[in-house]
């Protein structure tokens, strides 16, 4: 049980040959988000925000991709959380120009916010970790059905 829990949250990819995505993709993410609503790619349409679409959307899709990869539950909710933190720090560091440098960073850095985007990071984060999770095994089915396949006309071809 241990080993399972383990696996399903560090993840089940060893390969240590190249740099690891799961510690690379929670700043790239971090750094994209934060880049791309700097300059306007990601925007916000206003009103109250909980959710900022499009650091989550970020998040998630990184997310699937890490949990297609074999990686776990902490790398898929780490890297949502970083998105999302990308957005909160645009928000409160840039965005807030009317409030001096400490109060914008006692804003960004206050523990009911860091809180509530963990929250949104773990729900993200299951579902995208779930999402790539399952289309990983889905691949490796289809996989396995068609190497006997191809292996029986492989073997006809010979004869």
Do not use: K, Q
């Amino acid at each position: 049980m241990a080993s399972a829990l383990r696996v399903a949250l560090r993840g089940s990819n060893r390969d240590r040959s190249r740099p690891s995505l799961r510690i690379v993709a929670p700043p790239l993410c971090f750094a994209v988000a934060v880049a791309a609503y700097a300059v306007g790619v990601f925007s916000v349409a206003g009103g109250v925000v909980f959710v900022p679409f499009d650091a989550a959307a970020l998040g998630v899709v990184v997310a699937v991709g890490l949990a297609y990869r074999r990686d776990g539950l902490l790398a898929a909710w780490g890297t949502v959380y970083a998105a999302l933190l990308g957005y909160s720090a645009v928000h409160y560091l840039l965005g807030l120009s009317g409030r001096s440098l400490v109060e914008r960073a006692a804003a960004f850095l206050s523990p009911d916010g860091l809180v509530f985007l963990g929250v949104e990071a773990l729900v993200f984060g299951t579902v995208a970790w779930l999402v790539g999770t399952l289309a990983a095994v889905g691949v490796d089915r289809i996989r396995e059905r068609r190497e006997p396949a191809s292996a029986s006309s492989t073997a006809r071809e010979e004869n």
